[in-house]
């Protein structure tokens, strides 16, 4: 029986509900479906239907309002910004004096490491009980931003940034990019003292060099080196004399620390650049001399 049930040529059709237990339980068995491939067509026509039928219910409850008006969910900060207390308020007063001294507009004579210096220390002025100064800087930085830093700004990812790390790193990659510390670092490596520049003014030339490209990844000794070789041979004289004969037989923080005790007493006694002449029978001391005597005292 069941042989010849596997030999039959019939499909069978089992209505909804019914259940074929056995072929020996004696069950009654479906009727056979003398047309099974318009069954199955007209199956696949009523499901692709039902398909159909509800993606149009889908549509038609949208309307073209609801394509055009904005979505106010969509405008979403860059900044995830730390959880605060429920009373966490900052003050009209600091937001007022951060906008009217601490911006950053994005152009190209603007230094964004200092900006980033200025805007710190100014944090550092106040706290905020029970708030950690990450989720103050990340509240306050984007107000220090204006013109095309504010809209590079509101072009970055939503929900991009998670830390005052991140934060500094994009900032810096925009305004601060490789390009930029090269040509600091050339400037840098090229110092040269100018003409009628006194040791001090030239010290504190090369300083602020190295304060503008913080990254510049330079050594002590080799800063020391650099600025040695770009002063002028009378101002080595004077280096090595403070130094006892030569600066090489210092390590580089006694040499760092003698240039800089060096100006601030050049600064207490300036020497005038320009040459006079005599003035009743007195000549007028040379700078250079004026300069080995200051020296003088330093070292006695």
Request: aromatic fraction near 10%.
């Amino acid at each position: 029986m069941f042989t010849a049930a596997l030999r039959t040529k019939h499909v069978f059709k089992v209505e909804p509900g019914l259940c074929l237990k056995t072929w020996s339980g004696g069950e009654p068995l479906a009727e056979p479906d003398p047309e099974p491939e318009i069954s199955l067509l007209n199956g696949r026509r009523r499901g692709q239907s039902a398909m159909e039928g509800q993606n149009q219910k889908e549509g038609a409850e949208k309307t073209m309002e609801h394509y055009v008006q904005s979505n106010p969910n969509a405008q979403r900060s860059a900044i995830v910004r730390p959880e605060v207390p429920s009373n966490f308020e900052i003050k009209p007063q600091i937001l007022s004096m951060i906008q009217n001294n601490y911006q950053f507009g994005g152009l190209s004579h603007e230094d964004p490491n200092e900006h980033i210096e200025k805007f710190l220390e100014i944090c550092d002025t106040f706290r905020f009980k029970d708030v950690t100064n990450e989720a103050v800087v990340l509240r306050l930085f984007p107000f220090t931003l204006r013109d095309r830093a504010k809209n590079w700004y509101h072009t970055l990812p939503p929900e991009s940034i998670r830390t005052w790390e991140e934060l500094q790193r994009k900032f810096l990659g925009k305004y601060f990019p490789p390009a930029k510390t090269i040509k600091l670092r050339n400037a840098i490596s090229n110092f040269m003292q100018e003409h009628d520049e006194q040791l001090y003014e030239a010290w504190e030339r090369f300083k602020e060099l190295l304060r503008k490209c913080p990254n510049n990844g330079i050594p002590l000794w080799m800063q020391i080196e650099t600025f040695y070789n770009g002063i002028t041979v009378s101002t080595r004289n004077l280096i090595d004399a403070a130094a006892g004969g030569t600066m090489n037989k210092k390590t580089p923080n006694e040499v760092y620390e003698l240039i800089e005790e060096m100006p601030s007493n050049m600064y207490q006694y300036p020497v005038e650049r320009s040459a006079r002449g005599r003035v009743a029978g007195i000549q007028n001391v040379d700078p250079i001399v004026a300069l080995q005597a200051q020296v003088e005292s330093l070292t006695n």
